[in-house]
């Protein structure tokens, strides 16, 4: 399965767009997050010969400007498109949804979105004393499974938890998106990071907000299993 990597803070070449917040493309059709505007998601999806009428849902992982910025644009030219949220995300987020066309979803559990192509549902996640839930999407495959977060609100950790209790006897293949651990010491990045080594996550991506220094310890733990995520990038899972 392929996933494109539409919005980030790195990119490929300056062509593209590049910003606070995170989206991605899978399967051609399944839009996680949206990044912080749509002239930058449509610009960048343009470079990359993505063609928008062919998205078929929009997940956002959670009520946060940079991953629902684009949202807003996207269903002008995009109505009735399914929008899988939490039951979680504040109601103006809810009736902003409603307002613009799309088809509120709202997962409280795992729930398949396309075929092989599922979303984690709600997981109670905080941010700045804030209740802030996230959701998480996972993609199955052959050889395995791939996870893509948002900002991982919840705890790399718990999400990581949940997927492996939903999908028991399944390899982690792949992890990559937002962990945010910006405001976390290098010791407890550390452990973290050992925990999804012994958690079996075999390669990983972490971007967006999960901060420079984390980024370099995984990066030291991980070798040739690091990925440098960036906008333009396209790989298969
Ligand atoms: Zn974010
Ligand atoms: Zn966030």
Redesign the pocket.
Known sequence: MEIKVVFNNDVINNSFCSG???SCLVDGSILFDTGEKAQYLFNNAGLMGIDISAVEAIVISHD?W??TGGLWDLLKKRKSLPVYSCPGFSREFKNKVVKAGGILKEANEFVQVAENIYVTGEIAGWYKGSYMPEQALVVKTDSGLTLIT??SHPGILRIIERVKEEFSGEVIKLAFG?F?LMDKDKREIRLIVEKLIDMGVKNVGPT??TGYEAQMVFKQNYGDNYISVKAGQMFGV
């Open positions: 606070w917040g995170f946060h940079d991953h948002g900002c937002g945010h967006h907000c």
